[in-house]
């Protein structure tokens, strides 16, 4: 099973700053096989971006992602005040299908 | 448009059974696998198990493997999940997922249900 490490587990910003959300695999993952969702309070996840880096449908281009092999990175270009919410990584490369911890991305 | 919902949560006693469903439609059903995920109260995610649109695949988490057995009613547009032999830490939300179309992984989702809670207590 991949272990997903990410970090950290809370980022305190600002609106307009810039994140930078980090997820470490145990193992390499299969093909870059790699999303992030985006869970707000008391909401379902949305995905993001899969494949490492590829924007999902409707999703902002100030979200991107990078990465291969172990080391993945979100980042938010410039935050809006409704991009604060937390952050999971997932792994759907290999079976089980694994999720990080998740990062919370609050206000400061 | 895309539309899950999950239905057949509620409290069930440790040992106990539950079967939870999900009826999807705006998509090609049949060709498309199924996932279910599950939230505990205040955590993480948690995939569960996936099956293709053909029910030829399946797969499970190591923490559900031999409880829990996700199946599908391609006629009804349906999705299950039966789980036996519950546990406290089985309590969570579940929600099924879609696949997203054009990946070549089961395990990549793009639209989730609102999500079913499931509690386990005596």
């Known amino acids: 099973e991949i272990v997903l490490t990410q970090s950290p587990v809370t980022l305190s910003l600002s609106p307009g700053e810039r994140a930078t959300l980090s997820c470490r695999a145990s193992q390499s993952v299969s093909r870059s096989y790699l999303a992030w969702h985006q869970q707000k309070p008391g909401q379902t996840p949305r995905l993001l971006i899969y494949g490492s880096s590829i924007r999902a449908t409707g999703i902002p281009d100030r979200f991107s992602g990078s990465g291969s092999g172990t080391d993945f990175t979100l980042t938010i270009s410039r935050l809006e005040p409704e991009d604060f919410a937390v952050y999971y990584c997932q792994q759907y490369g290999s079976s089980p299908y694994t999720f990080g911890q998740g990062t919370k991305l609050e206000i400061k | 448009e895309v539309h899950l919902v999950e239905s057949g949560g509620g409290l069930a006693q440790p040992g106990g059974s539950l079967r939870l469903s999900c009826a999807a439609s705006?998509?090609?059903?049949?060709?498309?696998?199924m996932n279910w995920v599950r939230q505990a109260p205040g955590k993480g995610l948690e995939w569960v198990s996936v099956i293709s649109g053909n029910t030829f695949d399946i797969k499970y988490a190591d923490s559900v493997k031999g409880r829990f057995s996700i199946s599908r009613d391609n006629s009804k547009n349906t999705l299950y999940l039966q789980m036996n032999s519950l546990r406290a830490e089985d309590s969570a939300v579940y929600y099924c997922?879609?696949?997203?179309?054009?990946?070549?992984?089961?395990?990549?989702?793009?639209?989730w249900g609102q999500g079913i809670l499931v509690t386990v207590s005596s």
């Open positions: 705006g998509f090609t059903f049949s060709g498309c696998a």
């Open positions: 997922a879609k696949k997203r179309d054009g990946s070549d992984s089961m395990g990549l989702f793009d639209s």
